[in-house]
């Protein structure tokens, strides 16, 4: 779709992230997506305060089906912090709200989002921070395969969960496939 900027940062809305929107309203209630984008919210916040605790400013804003892209200015200095602070940032929603002993699923779902986004994707967070690390080493091309093999079992065991769970995997079945498919394009 058509890129928008403003104050030198530029917006992007992929059709892939109204798809995903749009599934997600079909198969759960309000309340449950109000939570899952007050949780996204929150993973976005942890991102946004690391580049602007590093002195960073923002080149990119993508609204894709695997998530919402925040892509910093380059300094490689603090790209690995930058890259983990919103998995940190539900992490730490994770660990207070589970102290104070409320959240019910907004505090299950900071968890699940920071898993989520530490998977082995180089769309995802976890992902990029891999590519960081071996990009350009002997072991890239080893630790690749293994990857590969790890993004297979991942979406064969989705797969088996929306067999034997039902339509409340099937979102995120979808999201492997999505990450798996572009993954490939790499």
């Not at 940062?9 to 007050?38: C, H, K, Q």
């Not at 929603?93 to 994707?121: D, E, Q």
């Amino acid at each position: 779709m058509k890129c928008i900027t403003i104050k030198n940062t530029t917006y992007r809305l992929d059709f892939s992230f109204l798809v995903f929107n749009a599934l997600i309203f079909l198969m759960r209630e309000n309340n449950t997506v109000m939570t899952f984008y007050a949780v996204c919210i929150i993973h976005e916040l942890g991102h946004l305060f690391a580049i602007s605790l590093t002195g960073g400013k923002i080149k990119s804003v993508v609204f894709s089906g695997t998530g919402v892209i925040i892509t910093p200015e380059r300094n490689s200095r603090h790209e690995l912090f930058i890259m983990l602070a919103g998995a940190g940032a539900n992490l730490i929603a994770f660990v207070l709200l589970s102290i104070s002993g409320i959240g019910g699923m907004f505090r299950l779902l900071n968890l699940c989002t920071a898993i989520y986004n530490l998977l082995p994707y180089r769309q995802l967070d976890g992902g990029s921070a891999l590519s960081l690390i071996i990009d350009g080493t002997p072991y890239e091309r080893t630790v690749n395969m293994i990857l590969m093999v790890v993004r297979l079992i991942f979406s064969g065991v989705l797969l088996l969960a929306v067999f034997l769970y039902g339509r409340d995997f099937i979102p995120v079945f979808i999201m492997s496939v999505m990450l798996f498919v572009s993954e490939r394009g790499n």
